[in-house]
């Protein structure tokens, strides 16, 4: 089944706790991203990637890191969680193409940051 | 300006009604243009892209483009509870495979 898994779905930290929110794809596609998601702000874009080892910053990167070492995995962390990133994020992907706006999703992961 | 901004909720429409959701860009080049579904706690789910003036039917939903007054808008006919839920307008920014959301507009139908 084509599918982004996101692991942990739920996830509960405390202020400086270094944390890592992994996203895999079984579809083999080039771009993938991350965005949080927060009420009346809408989906925002924190980081993305184009292909393995090419990532760049979306609308929000600050506080957050990502790295594309396999086509499959794009794991976001967070180096030192503050409580501001109390979220729930999201990891999609879809194929490389500019028309091809599909974009996949995980189920989402919701994060709080005591 | 945001790049995405969409008609502020929510909408309530009685069953059988038209629901009509609003967007507009800021990107005068942008190139296509789609519409997410996000039900409560779920994630979103594309249910139609445009990518040319003019409208485009697929099944009880109408997109509409005009990329002249950068607009884009969603048509749901004869609403029916199941399209309660948020909905998400994204486009495609020029050069750029980057993908902006607005903050979408949240729709109840009432039966």
């Known amino acids: 089944e084509a599918q982004v898994t996101q692991n942990p779905r739920y996830l509960i930290t405390v202020t400086g706790k270094k944390l890592t929110v992994t996203c895999s794809q079984n579809?083999?596609?080039?771009?993938m991203s991350w965005y949080r998601q927060d009420p009346g702000l809408g989906l925002r874009q924190i980081y993305y990637?184009?292909?393995?080892?090419?990532?760049d910053k979306g609308d929000v990167p600050e506080g957050y890191k990502v790295s594309r070492k396999e086509k499959r995995n794009f794991p976001l962390i967070l180096e030192s969680p503050s409580p501001n990133q109390t979220s729930l994020y999201f990891c999609?992907?879809?194929?490389?193409?500019?028309?091809?706006?599909?974009?996949?999703f995980g189920e989402g992961s919701r994060l709080t940051v005591l | 300006q945001k790049e995405v901004e969409q008609n502020s909720g929510p909408l309530s429409v009685p069953e059988g009604a038209i629901a009509s959701l609003n967007c507009t860009y800021s990107d005068r080049g942008s190139q296509s243009f789609f519409w997410y579904r996000q039900y409560s706690g779920k994630s979103p789910e594309l249910i139609m892209s445009?990518?040319?003036?003019g409208d485009k039917e697929d099944g009880r939903f109408t997109a509409q483009l005009n990329k002249a007054s950068q607009y884009v808008s969603l048509l749901i006919r004869d609403s029916q509870p199941s399209d309660s839920a948020t909905y998400l307008c994204a486009v495609n920014m020029r050069y750029d495979y980057k993908l902006s959301f607005g903050a979408g507009t949240t729709v109840t139908v009432r039966a």
């Open positions: 999609a992907s879809r194929p490389r193409g500019l028309n091809t706006g599909e974009l996949f």
């Open positions: 445009i990518y040319s003036n």
């Open positions: 990637s184009m292909n393995v080892e090419v990532t």
């Open positions: 579809m083999n596609h080039e771009y």
